[in-house]
Structures are given as structure tokens and as C-alpha cells.
């Protein structure tokens, strides 16, 4: 850890003021997370640009409700548009299924899912039947993708949550996942066993530096035998401890992923109900929990007035200020009406700190709010360079927050582009060096909690006015840019 520390030292100079938002949440439509039982997780948010005017627009799971999808006409102006009417929705992932070129959409439902593929103008059409993606009745609540090989189209990954069919459930009744492969017309479904009730799936780089399926699980319905997973993509195979694998167990909500000490491996957050959990990467390819002095934990209110343990669900790194170092954004809310646990439960904005530790900001910067939050993103919808905050939320209308922080840090964007069918560089790695500093993200779909993003990766850079940046592409290549800042720049692979 403290080599963590030593790292994250080193990085962003400038002097940076708190964060600040402006709730921008009037300039949405009416739009909430519903539901009964089927809808007290998900509700998640996929965000991503289906106009190509570089502006990130918004398909927001509805549950109960319709789903709706929302286009960004600039200036913080959004509308709803035209959208195949859909129910049941848990989330939503954008992914080019068909390398067109137009960014189309898987969508999770309880019941059958559906994959929408994108076209013209945001517009959207069923696909699932033409595309010949095996449905079923399943309760979906996760989802990531990734490319094997020289396929291409993508393999999906898909968590199930509880067995609503088993008349002994919904304890010990969690359902099988599933993984569907492409083969000659269409996919090939296959079980991935045992499953322990997902919230969240991603695929990445491991600590080992190997593409594994991080699965995690919500030990409310597992209730015992059941654990956190990881799987190697490669092998076909759960790590054990032969691998330095360590079971944990936690209610599972969400995933995010990335390198916070500079070493080239992601960090991973799973968060959950009590403590939010942070795990380090290893030099030996294995994970060590964060020190609880590193201020991740999150584990209870921290606005005051409720003392009960907080509920975890989408995380997300993010550079805030943009000072070159990432920053944590976690939505909070009771499932529903939980007793033991704080029913007024404000998100947090975890502020990373030059020594490597995280310091709360959210009520300081005016998104702490205490709804159900479920689904969260962390985007540039302006194009302004800094990012700003969108919160789906339970039985509470969608909110929106621009970021309006002074004297932010400079910045830059980047968006892979490759001729195959794997367009957008899924898998791949950016690396970017400014002097001693060092900062990586992967090109992933999946983790959140029900909903992700296919946008430009975006950099703080501090006082930084230019960066090295070295992409390793899906097929192990790789390829060396200088990059300015302020502006996003699209790296086609050589």
C-alpha cells in the first residue's frame, strides 16, 4: 500500500478546489425506476452517443414502467425519443453487436431480454430473432461482453438472479447464468454453474493480467455455499485457491474497475450492503483487501441521522476534477423498505486525495441525495471536459448534474477505433504517462450495476498540457501517441 500511496503522489500537481454540481435534473423527462419485488435491484442506466453528434444520450431502465431513451441535444437540453415499448427492464448495455458502426443495445429484463440494434438517428429495432440470441423467461440483473479470438462478433456473458419457478425459493434458489458464444447462425447458449445470484458481471484483466469474468454475487439469496467468482476466459474454469483465489462473500451489487496505484493492474469496488469493498491488486496476480484508512469503506450514512448500515449499488471511477487522479462516485438506497438497514442514505462522491486515500465530498458538492439510487453514470454531456453526474433512481425521477467545478485540472479523451468486427477496441488497454505519473484504463463492457457506458475514455491530467499514451490492442499489439489536452482524440489501430 504504500507503494499506492508513493504513486498516487506523484500524480496531478495542480492545486484543485472542491468539487461542485448544479442539479440540472428539470431538463430531463419524467422518468423513474418501478416495480415490485422483480424491481428492487436493477435499474440501471446505459450511456452512450446513438446521433453521432459527440454527445452522450441515455437509455434508462424503467422496471415496471417503460423504459426510455433520452437524446442529448446539447446544452443540457434532453428529450425523450422514439423507442420500441419496453417493460420489465432491469438495464442496459450499449455494444455494437453487428461492427456497423452504430451503437445498438443489449437489453436485461425479468423475462426475455432483447437486443436492440441501433440505427439512424437514434432510432432503434428488435434484432434478438435476427441476430438468433437464444431467450428465456430468466431474471436477468447482469451482463458484460468481450471478443475470443479472431471472432467476429461478441461472446455474452449473462447473470440471473433468483429461480422465480422454484417453489422452495427464493432462499438457496439462485438461477444458472449463461454465456452465449457465436456460432453458424446465430449464438449458442451454454450454463455457466453454479451461479450465486449476480448483480454484476465484468469482464477484464485480472490482476494476473489474464481476461477473467469477475462475478459478483448477492449472498442474501445464496444465503450459504456461495461466494464471490472469478472465471478464466481462456480455461474455462472457476479460480480456486490453487490460483490465490480467495472466496469472499458480501451482498454483491456492483463492479467497478480501474488502476488506482499506477502499477498497470486494475483495482477492483464491489459494493454492497455495510462495508463497500476495495480490493488491491497484487504483484503476485492475487487481491488484497484496502486498508480501512484508505476512506473507500463507505459503510454507513455519512450525512449523519441514520446510524443503520448503507445499501451499495452502481460505483464508478471517474476523474472529478480532473487533478490526474480517479475518483469515486457510489449510489445509495434501501432495497426498499428494509428495516436494519439506513433508509435515508445519501450516494457518495469519494475525492482521491495526493496521499491515496479518499475523502467524502458529496454533500460539499450538492449530490448527496438520499433517494433509492440504483443506476449512476459519470459522463461529459456538455463536452466541456469535465465530467458530470447522471443517478437513476427507485420510485424517484431521473436526476442529472452538471459539473461546475472551478479551476479543474486539463484533460483529454480518447476513442479506439479498429477495422474488425471488435470496432470499438473491447479489450484493449490505454496507458497514459505524463512524466513520472502513470494512469490505465481497460476498454470493457459490463460491471456497473445494470447498466454501463461506451463513450471516449476520459483523463485528467492535472497540470499536464500533453500525455503519452500507448494503446495494447486486443490482439497484443500496441501503438505509441502524443496527445494534447482538451480535446478527445480517435486512435484508429494501425
Known amino acids: 500500500m504504500r507503494r499506492a500511496i508513493l504513486l498516487a503522489c506523484l500524480i496531478g500537481t495542480a492545486a484543485q478546489a472542491d468539487p461542485l454540481f448544479k442539479d440540472m435534473s428539470s431538463a430531463l423527462p419524467d422518468h423513474s425506476y418501478t416495480g415490485g419485488w422483480e424491481h428492487f435491484v436493477g435499474g440501471g442506466v446505459a450511456v452512450f452517443d446513438c446521433d453521432g453528434d459527440s454527445l452522450p444520450d441515455i437509455f434508462a431502465a424503467g422496471g ?76 436477468s440483473t447482469a451482463f458484460t461482453a468481450w471478443w475470443e479470438g479472431g471472432d467476429t462478433r461478441p461472446t455474452l456473458a449473462i447473470g440471473n438472479y433468483v429461480d422465480r419457478s422454484d417453489p422452495d425459493g427464493p432462499f438457496e434458489a439462485c438461477d444458472e447464468n449463461t454465456i452465449l458464444r457465436p456460432v453458424a447462425g446465430g449464438y449458442e447458449a451454454t450454463p ?15 490482476a494476473r493480467r489474464r481476461q477473467t469474468l469477475r462475478i459478483s454475487n448477492d449472498r442474501h439469496y445464496y444465503v450459504k455455499g456461495g461466494h464471490e467468482q472469478m472465471w478464466d476466459i481462456a480455461e474455462r474454469r472457476f479460480l480456486g485457491p490453487e490460483d490465490g483465489w480467495q ?31 476495495l ?49 469515486l462516485f457510489i449510489a445509495k438506497g434501501n432495497v426498499d423498505q428494509m428495516p436494519g438497514l439506513a433508509t435515508r442514505d445519501p450516494n457518495n462522491l469519494l475525492m482521491q486525495q495526493p496521499d491515496g486515500t479518499f475523502a467524502e465530498r458529496a454533500a460539499r458538492a450538492g449530490v ?20 458530470d453526474l447522471l443517478v437513476l433512481n427507485r420510485r424517484a425521477p431521473l436526476e442529472i448534474y452538471r459539473n461546475v467545478t472551478t479551476d479543474t485540472g486539463n484533460w483529454l479523451a480518447v476513442t479506439l477505433k479498429q477495422g474488425n468486427g471488435n470496432r470499438d477496441a473491447v479489450g484493449a488497454v490505454i496507458d497514459l504517462r505524463t512524466g513520472p505519473a ?17 463513450l471516449p475514455r476520459h483523463f485528467g491530467l492535472g ?19 502524443d496527445l494534447g489536452a482538451g480535446t478527445t482524440h480517435v486512435i484508429d489501430k494501425p
Request: net charge negative; proline share 6%; hydrophobic share 40%.
Open 64 to 139: 415496471a414502467a417503460p423504459a426510455t431513451l433520452i437524446r442529448n441535444r446539447g446544452h443540457f437540453w434532453f428529450d425523450a425519443a422514439p423507442l420500441p415499448p419496453l417493460t420489465g427492464v432491469t438495464g442496459a448495455y450499449p455494444i455494437d453487436m453487428d461492427a456497423d458502426g452504430r451503437m445498438d443495445l443489449f437489453v436485461l429484463r425479468a423475462g426475455e431480454n432483447v437486443a436492440l440494434r441501433g440505427g439512424a438517428d437514434c432510432s432503434f429495432e428488435d434484432a434478438t430473432t435476427q441476430w438468433g440470441l437464444p431467450t428465456d423467461t430468466r431474471w
Open 192 to 206: 455457466l454453474t453454479p451461479g450465486f445470484c449476480p448483480l454484476s458481471i465484468l469482464a477484464a484483466r485480472d
Open 247 to 277: 472466496n469472499v462473500a458480501l451482498w454483491g451489487m456492483g463492479i467497478a474497475s480501474r488502476d488506482i496505484t499506477g502499477d498497470g493492474a486494475d483495482e477492483v469496488m464491489l459494493t454492497s450492503m455495510g462495508d463497500q469493498l
Open 279 to 327: 480490493q488491491i491488486a497484487q504483484p503476485d496476480g492475487t487481491y488484497a483487501a484496502a486498508p480501512y484508512a484508505i476512506g473507500t469503506y463507505a459503510q454507513r450514512p455519512h450525512t449523519g441521522g441514520d446510524g443503520r448500515p448503507s445499501t451499495g449499488w452502481h460505483a464508478e471511477f471517474g476523474d472529478v476534477d480532473n487533478d490526474g487522479r480517479a475518483d
Open 368 to 387: 448527496a441525495t438520499v433517494k433509492r439510487s440504483r443506476g449512476a453514470a459519470l459522463a461529459d454531456f456538455d463536452g466541456d471536459g469535465r465530467l
Open 438 to 454: 502513470r494512469q490505465s484504463v481497460q476498454q470493457v463492457i459490463g460491471g456497473g450495476h445494470a447498466g454501463g457506458q461506451m
Open 463 to 481: 497540470a499536464a498540457e500533453s500525455a503519452e499514451v500507448t494503446v495494447t490492442w486486443p490482439d497484443g499489439s500496441s501503438s505509441a501517441h
